[in-house]
């Protein structure tokens, strides 16, 4: 994936998207595409090992 802001390669990690108060709780996070520049983009196609 490369990103439509700065041109570089993206990568895919775990972005945290929700932090719980709650103890019992999880905070959650989500596998998003992510750039050195700080472009975020869900990941749409269900395949997550994409080809290179
Ligand atoms: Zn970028």
Redesign the pocket.
Known sequence: MI?Q????E?EIKDVLVARTTDPKDDDVWEKMWV?????KLEIINSEEEMEE
């Open positions: 990103c802001k700065c041109g570089e993206m750039c050195d520049c700080g472009e």
